[in-house]
Each structure stands twice: as structure tokens, then as C-alpha cells.
């Protein structure tokens, strides 16, 4: 399995930005789909993103279309989810994940790896 570390989250305002980062290491990256859920105190965990190890494919949660962009570096062994436009409702912890098949994407019982977390709030 590919181990994961998630980063960059913090406080920001109603309408600001925050780009997350989520490091592999272990395995080769490239190998792996990757995904971004997020679980806010006393909801289950939720899908935001996915993208496939190639770069070339990605499929977004329709609360967050528009507004987020997930993209990854295979060279760098790194992902990212930049944030925009962000909402108060969109405070929570961020998990970035992996799994080896492009498919199933919203379902976190499906991905093999998964980071610590990051907190991300968004003050209104």
C-alpha cells in the first residue's frame, strides 16, 4: 500500500482559498486513482473528488463542481485539491485517498490508503 500524509489545511474566511496537498510515499503514486473525501463533526465521511493515476480524468461531488479543482504531480508523488469560493459549509476534516482502479470513486469503503487528516474551517 502507498502511505499518505494531507497538509495545508488552516482557517480562512467565507469566499477565500486554501490548496491542500497530499504526499505519498511507499509504493509508486503514479499506480494509484487518488480521491479527497471530507467528514465534518457528526456527518458521515463524504466525497469531494477523484482522479485518475493519469492525470487525465476526474470526477467531482456536485456541492463542490465548479469550486474545486483536484490535480497531482506523479513526479512529486503528490496530489492536491485547490479550494475556492470556499463556504462555511464546507468545514471539515480532509482525507486524502488511494485505490488502485478508477471506479466506485464516491465509495470510501473501496480505497486501500488513507491519510490522517486535515482540519479545514471556514469562518462566515
Known amino acids: 500500500q502507498v502511505q499518505l500524509a494531507e497538509s495545508g489545511g488552516g482557517l480562512v474566511q467565507a469566499g477565500g482559498s486554501l490548496r491542500l496537498s497530499c504526499a505519498a510515499s511507499g509504493r509508486t503514486f503514479s499506480g494509484y486513482a487518488m480521491g479527497w473525501f471530507r467528514q465534518a463533526p457528526g456527518k458521515e465521511r463524504e466525497y469531494v473528488a477523484a482522479i485518475r493515476w493519469s492525470g487525465d480524468l476526474a470526477n467531482y461531488a456536485d456541492s463542490v463542481r465548479g469550486r474545486f479543482t483536484i490535480s497531482r504531480d506523479n513526479a512529486k508523488n503528490t496530489g492536491y485539491l485547490q479550494m475556492n469560493s470556499l463556504k462555511p459549509d464546507d468545514t471539515a476534516v480532509y482525507y486524502c485517498?488511494?485505490?488502485?482502479?478508477?471506479?466506485?470513486?464516491?465509495?470510501?469503503?473501496?480505497?486501500?490508503?488513507w491519510g490522517q487528516g486535515t482540519q479545514v474551517t471556514v469562518s462566515s
Open positions: 485517498a488511494a485505490k488502485t482502479i478508477y471506479a466506485l470513486l464516491s465509495r470510501p469503503n473501496t480505497y486501500d490508503s
